[in-house]
């Protein structure tokens, strides 16, 4: 077992994944996710610096036009994940990215980027440090109580890993028999969310209210445990350093995609601010292209123009018909409903 995170500095955690991931898991719950993603971000972009110093001719586009995804998730003021410094370091930060945006193709200005956002990860540290280490131990310490609870009461306990539709059903179903089965669910986001439907808070970010539904509320009986599960042994899950036993348990982590339409994001609050970002960039385009056809495509390109008909949505799918997976008639009956709204 490794060292007890109590015992750990910020730059300790960092470098250990198992209570890397539980840490960041807790800086969500009290609004500090941008800070630990920041860092974590810059370690990986400082590290593609160095090699890229290393290599010997070759195009810089690629490294630039990463830095500058990087530069817009923390320092653009549109950003959800906005860092919380210095106007002085945000002004320097966003010169940096104009310059890149400017030429993708010049030469890498290595010192001007590592001075920068070093003195950005010296603040974020500091204040990571000063803030959230002591509610940390608590919030472990509570895990821990919660655990020695579930153990206390003698009865089965099943533990399931993941909040989407399956764990979600599963725990609501077994919560109602609280006399026999104790049930654990371990999910680091706040609500479950029905993602086919979220397509509509492209259009609508007030939608999602409708769509989605706190766990508190599925899970009654049993015990709630907002954090990340970082390995699964015989018999019992660990949530960090924290040992989860259990007689049954029901893995139901899901699946993830690039897409906004389903996100990472544990907390309503990013949750939200990302929805909000979503809809603004969509209400500034006048001309929108879909890649796909499929269930999710061809209903994103349908939600769009129904609510902006004055919009040019172009749907591109390389089979032969939209929703390949679906009966033909079906894909039929699809295809004439794009082509009548245009």
């Known amino acids: 077992m490794t060292t007890m995170a109590m015992d750990k500095t910020v730059e300790d955690i960092l470098q250990d994944p198992h209570n890397l991931t539980t840490f960041h898991t807790f800086c969500t719950l009290i609004y500090s996710e941008e800070n630990v993603t920041f860092m974590k971000d810059w370690s990986a972009i400082k590290g593609k610096m160095e090699r890229r110093k290393l290599e010997v001719g070759g195009s810089n586009s690629l490294f630039l036009s990463e830095l500058f995804l990087f530069l817009e998730a923390y320092f653009s003021p549109k950003s959800a994940y906005v860092l919380n410094i210095s106007e002085a370091l945000k002004y320097e930060a966003r010169e940096l990215q104009s310059q890149i945006a400017s030429d993708t193709s010049a030469e890498i200005p290595y010192e001007e980027i590592d001075s920068l956002l070093e003195q950005v990860y010296g603040h974020i540290l500091e204040l990571t440090s000063k803030n959230c280490i002591g509610p940390y131990n608590k ?28 764990g979600s059903v599963a725990a609501a179903l077994i919560d109602r028999l609280p006399e026999q089965f104790h049930v654990v669910l371990i999910e680091k986001k706040s609500c479950f969310e029905h993602t086919p439907a979220m397509v509509r808070t492209l259009t609508n970010p007030d939608n999602y209210e409708e769509l989605s539904l706190p766990y508190e509320n599925i899970v009654r009986n049993g015990t709630l445990i907002r954090a990340a599960c ?49 809809h603004k960039e969509l209400l500034k385009a006048k001309n929108i292209l879909v890649i796909g056809g499929g269930l999710i495509g061809t209903e994103v390109a349908a939600q769009i123009k129904g609510a902006y008909p004055e919009k040019e949505i172009k749907l591109v799918e390389a089979n032969a018909r939209l929703i390949k997976r679906s009966h033909p008639k079906t894909s039929e009956i699809a295809k004439s409903a794009m082509e009548s709204i245009g």
């Open 230 to 278: 970082t390995k699964v042994d015989e018999n019992c899950c660990w949530v960090g350093d924290i040992k989860i036993p259990f007689e049954y348990c029901i893995m139901a982590m899901g699946s993830s995609y690039n897409s906004r339409l389903k996100s990472a994001d544990a907390t309503e609050n990013f949750r939200r601010k990302n929805i909000g970002v979503q």
């Open 139 to 166: 919030y472990l310490q509570g895990l821990r109580e919660k655990i020695e609870y579930v153990a206390s009461t003698g009865k089965t306990r099943v533990v399931i890993v993941g909040g989407g539709f399956l």
